[in-house]
């Protein structure tokens, strides 16, 4: 067990806006009641999924109004159940369904009825399934990142290289937002964003898609970025992350790519993630290959 210091949760702030591609919904306000449980005496610790026991119980639980990327997905495809909770006391349970896809599809018209937020349990999973499965060490990634960017800023350094440094990252993009289109469908975020280029890029134009989260690029009408590469959008002077609910025009901004997960690039995690997943006939081309 690793006890995190205040340090460590602003820095996780940030890294994981950083990694949540534009979905997931700002961390500031989860941020504002650690610094208040923080200040009350309370500390959280940081356990390696690989110190779990083969037969451990480990609780799945998240917030739903975007894609709970590497969790629903975790695993095989047995029928389980799922409760969802909202902030004025509604509660519903999902008892049974053929696989996850049909989870996220059932709870997504429910959390949608609850105002498009919801807490969510799945069930349990066993730390035998958490460590064949589990894309391991993501919250000490996102801590890395953020601390790389706190730094950069504290030192009047370049935030968005200490990211790609950090991160392993490539630069795709610099520029101005010219035109966002938003439209909610079916439980989630859609629409897709222009940004004009600027500086070595000016001339050229980058369209981005999302569904929640980023999920592809196109530079001049060529895709040059896609799911389940991490495109992220970011300040192109603080290097905090843009959501795609934030995301407005005249923003200066930083597109980058940043490895994904080795399981996400299988035949299987492609069918769950890569282009074709989100409805565009691409075929998947990493940034990275």
Known sequence: MRELALDDIEALAV?????????GGSPYLGLLNMRWLYADGHRVELMSPL???DEDWVAVVSNMGAPLIGQERLGDLRPYPCVLYDPRGIEAVVTKVPSWKWMERVSRKICVEMGSIASTCKAPRTGAEVKEWGIHFTTTKAIGIGHRVREARRRHKDPVAAILDEGHGKLLFRGKVGDVAR?????????????EGLDDDRGSRLKLAFQNEWVVAWRDGA?????????CVLDTV????????????????TVVALPAPAVFLSPKGLQHVGPRAFGYDIEFNSVFA
């Open 183 to 195: 439209r909610t469908t079916e439980g989630f975020l859609r629409g897709t964003a222009t940004v």
């Open 223 to 231: 895709p040059i970025a896609m799911s389940p590469d991490l495109i």
């Open 15 to 23: 890294g994981a806006w950083i990694l949540g591609t534009g979905g």
């Open 238 to 253: 603080s290097g905090n992350a843009f959501g795609t609910e934030t995301i407005r025009y005249g923003m200066r901004v």
């Open 51 to 53: 110190d779990l026991a």
